[in-house]
């Protein structure tokens, strides 16, 4: 059962921010954010986690609401290269459940 | 570092076949995951190893579905008595471990194609 819930596609133009969002309305207290993208004919790529804190690193920025029942993320200056599937998952940071859930994604097309 | 490498790339075979896919994870891994991909949907967990036990197999579609991970690093999953059904790209994925808020290394896939 998805946990998330993500709009199926979004357009972005090149050089311009791109802010994915999505919701996880019955997020535990215990259960991480965490976004993968999957560009075509690859695999999963990680790109950022995060519990409550606002979170950045070297690919993007990571949002959370306060009640953390949704969350956006942000690719600052999105690139051609950026073009992928987008997966938006909760999945608990103990020992236990390991699995990823994904869901169908967001397909983000970047134009030049 | 090598990432994840998974061979053979791609795997075309004739319904009722035995086929067997390979995962080399990162080296010093412990934990390993199959993933089952269809076309237009979201990767599906299969199993996951932790050292050389399967950890959980609940994701195993049915008994012809089968892995092993003997020496705790590379891993097959076999298929016995292929359907068309188990057309997909299987995905491999390595973490340091388990627990925690680890990220999962992903290789690229194998296409399975069962005709």
């Known amino acids: 059962d998805a946990k998330t819930t993500q709009p199926p596609s979004m357009d972005c133009a090149e050089g311009r921010a791109a802010n994915l969002p999505c919701n996880h309305s019955?997020?535990?207290?215990?259960?991480?954010v965490y976004w993968y993208r999957q560009i075509h004919s690859q695999g999963p790529q990680y790109i950022i986690h995060g519990l409550k804190n606002n979170e950045t690193n070297e690919m993007a920025s990571l949002i959370i609401t306060e009640d953390r029942k949704s969350s956006t993320l942000i690719l600052p200056h999105a690139t051609l290269r950026d073009t992928a599937v987008y997966y938006c998952?909760?999945?608990?940071?103990?020992?236990?459940?390991?699995?990823?859930?994904f869901g169908a994604g967001t397909t983000v097309t970047v134009r030049a | 570092g090598a990432g994840v490498s998974q061979t053979p790339s791609n795997k075309v075979t004739e319904k009722g076949k035995y086929v067997e896919l390979r995962c080399d994870p990162i080296?010093?891994?412990?934990?390993l995951y199959w993933y089952r991909q269809s076309l237009g949907q979201g990767p599906e967990f299969l199993i996951y190893f932790q050292g050389t036990g399967a950890a959980d197999d609940s994701g195993l579609p049915n008994d012809r579905f089968f892995a092993v991970r003997p020496e705790g690093s590379v891993s097959t999953l076999k298929i016995q008595r292929t359907e068309r059904g188990d057309s997909a790209v299987y995905l491999c994925?390595?973490?340091?471990?388990?627990?925690?808020?680890?990220?999962?290394?992903f290789g690229p896939g194998t296409r399975l194609t069962v005709l």
């Open positions: 994925a390595s973490s340091p471990r388990a627990s925690g808020s680890n990220e999962q290394f």
């Open positions: 019955t997020i535990s207290g215990n259960e991480y």
């Open positions: 080296s010093g891994h412990t934990a």
């Open positions: 998952i909760v999945r608990v940071g103990g020992t236990n459940d390991y699995k990823l859930s």
